[in-house]
């Protein structure tokens, strides 16, 4: 005999139409694998009359998303309505409560709440399912808890805005600058009408700060994380960057350091020859340095209608099988707060581009200012004064501090020299 | 009150060391996240007396493996013995009668006996999981049967083999020949003594087999496979390979077409824009292409000793975790045999090396050749001649059938001018 369960739906957009398409399109083949019957019961969402690319005859229409989380005919709540509070957190709280498997896409919500919602599922012996919250349809979350569940991991690393590697992306191709190709990109819908959960990297922030509660036995912590997002790169500088041999990503990265756990988001420069500096346009990657794995990558479409709905079916299959993980690999009340690190603490590698005016003691005020800090630089370069009678020098620096480095920044921007402020990349390796 | 899982490790080489070493320094966090404690409580080798990197005497041992099939004391059984029979087979045929879940990494053994394995576990309501087989470290299996099981997949193809990517890669970065290179790779144990299973194919041919049966719900079946090793590849095409903008590789890939289920492994022409082409030593990738997420690609490490025990330990964390999955996705009894396309009905673009004698006419006779057969050329490169007069020809061809190709590469092999037969390499897109 054939199981069934039955799912609503909360929220009607892209995906939500993704998962229907899906579940519709594969009943069989579910069956298959599952020995369950997944059945769309109820479906929600702003606009009853918006016209969707999906059929909704069939399901019972709800107007007040909320009221699923109490219907007695409900086993699995798809939150797929968006924010890190309200409505979606008020379903997923009730849902669990009344004893219903939750699946969602909401990383700000998982980000904000994920620990308390993973202790009422834990408590109510029900799932909370978010594969579809970091990198799309790329399973980097059931890698993590499940498939490298042997693994203690020195750093994970990753592309994990799709909407931020496609605009760097372009800057790299086409030369055109941020504005532009963001202005592009908001037409193409490859980036929302207000862009700066994306662009400044809050977004990225709340995919990682999940990736490392799961890795490190850590609860979720925002507050913990360093965030610099793209808005201030400019094709001078990738254009300097290519001629380096660099690469600008936006990468979240967290790291297991003599000085804590350090989470940090902002725009590195990426050696060519690192796999990752090759992951172009609206795709994610996701490196996962583990002690007994070694390196090992995933990349894959970070977001869309059907890589994210991939995901959404693969939680309810897992869901269908009786597939168990603690939310965040360990019992929600086992997460244990991290020794967190600063950036101050950061010790890596610095691209530095200067604006300067031409004239004689600039580079002997750079020098000495790098050298007060102990800043030992790798490759230095000047290029010829423009019709404004301004330099560009670019500087490459050894590994130091990032503390040395604001210092010795903060003391470079004060010379009567400096044209604008210096821009400051990382460098990645 | 935390459960405990008894488990036996047959076979003590490598993995099996490794799998000992992660089991008792992570138990700790093992055991957060599966609430049980494993509990290694036999082994078993051919040599009690070989020095290995682990203590093994809190352990008992066990000369005869296949007796650990029949002690009541034993939940799981870890079998490293290898081989696609003989002990390696009656062991887990036992186990799984017995009620014992059995975790492998034996590739043969599961390409040729998995099916049937897999019925027996199932009759039996136990666990058979085999992660290590294919990737090393790379949870793909974990991936293709979970993490993306929304999917129908169009193709899936990978580098599967360290060894051959190691010989290959080692080849083209420093021109030395393949035998050459062999025997340093043999010196480094990258190799095997008897190193024709690697080198032949047939490993990453057990790999893509049971890949396909994962993916396309159809039994393993290894003779459905069209298999070309490594062994003719020279220093030349590879040199050629590069001038073209390819990189050489061998790779295994299953793919629907229009005439069946195609199964192949031989080298491969890759263009090196192509993320798989940037693939080197011994890491290994698999690139899926879902119809809901896209092209997806995992790579990591896909041999050695803590790799491989990081997937066999998941599947005994999996198996602790009550995690089940049917070990081919569907029952074993609903996998149903795939129309198999062969490789005659292959259509691709192909990559012709011709040594020939330098003399009139010869041009007109290869071009006769291909048009006979419908084959268009796509680039022409005559390199001058040797001091020995002859002449180096490489052709690509625009895409046409394997099966013109053949028909063509007859007739010019025919020719009194050719000094020998025409090396042909698929070129993959």
């Known amino acids: 005999v054939k199981k069934t369960l039955t799912v609503a739906i909360a929220g009607l957009g892209t995906v939500g139409s993704g998962v229907i398409k899906i579940l519709e399109s594969k009943m069989e083949s579910i069956e298959r694998k599952t020995n369950t019957r997944l059945v769309i019961t109820a479906v929600s969402a702003r606009d009853k009359t918006r016209k969707r690319s999906v059929d909704l005859s069939s399901f019972k229409w709800v107007d007040d998303a909320e009221t699923l989380a109490?219907?007695?005919a409900i086993n699995v709540i798809v939150e797929l309505i968006g924010g890190a509070d309200g409505a979606a957190l008020r379903l997923c709280e009730n849902a669990l409560k009344n004893g219903k498997h939750v699946v969602t896409a909401n990383k700000a919500l998982i980000a904000k709440h994920g620990v308390y919602l993973s202790q009422l599922a834990e408590e109510n012996n029900v799932t909370l399912a978010f594969e579809a919250a970091v990198a799309g349809g790329a399973p980097v979350i059931k890698m993590l808890r499940e498939g490298l569940s042997a693994n203690n991991f020195a750093r994970i690393y990753g592309i994990m805005n799709g909407t931020c590697n496609y605009i760097l992306t372009t800057m790299q191709a086409t030369g055109r600058d941020f504005k532009d190709v963001l202005d592009e990109a908001q037409k193409l819908g490859y980036a929302e009408a207000d862009p700066s959960f994306d662009i400044d990297g809050i977004d990225t922030a709340h995919k990682l700060a999940i990736l490392a509660s799961l890795a490190y036995g850590c609860p979720v912590n925002m507050d913990a994380l360093f965030i610099e997002g793209i808005t201030r790169i400019t094709t001078t500088d990738i254009h300097y960057a290519a001629e380096l041999g660099f690469k600008i990503k936006l990468l979240g990265i967290c790291e297991m350091t003599a000085n804590g756990l350090l989470q940090r988001v902002h725009p590195c420069m990426i050696p060519?020859?690192?796999?990752?500096?090759?992951?172009d346009g609206v795709y994610n990657a996701v490196v996962l340095e583990g002690?007994?794995?070694g390196r090992l990558m995933l990349e894959g479409r970070g977001a869309g209608e059907s890589p994210t709905a991939s995901a959404v079916v693969a939680d309810l299959i897992d869901i269908a099988c009786n597939r168990f993980t603690y939310p965040f690999s360990v019992p929600a009340n086992a997460l244990q707060p991290a020794k967190n690190a600063s950036i101050d603490s950061h010790n890596g590698a610095y691209y530095i581009r200067l604006t300067v005016i031409d004239r004689p003691g600039v580079l002997s005020d750079i020098t000495q200012a790098l050298s007060t800090e102990h800043i030992s630089v790798e490759s230095f370069l000047q290029k010829g004064a423009k019709s404004d009678g301004n330099v560009q020098i670019i500087?490459?620096?050894?590994d130091t501090s990032e503390k040395s480095m604001s210092t010795a920044?903060?003391?470079?921007?004060?010379?009567?020299w400096a044209v604008e402020p210096a821009t400051l990349i990382r460098i990645f390796k």
Chains 1, 2 share one sequence.
């Open 70 to 72: 109490a219907d007695p």
């Open 272 to 279: 060519v020859t690192n796999a990752i500096a090759c992951v």
């Open 291 to 293: 002690d007994s794995v």
């Open 395 to 398: 500087i490459t620096t050894h």
């Open 409 to 416: 920044v903060k003391q470079i921007n004060s010379f009567p």
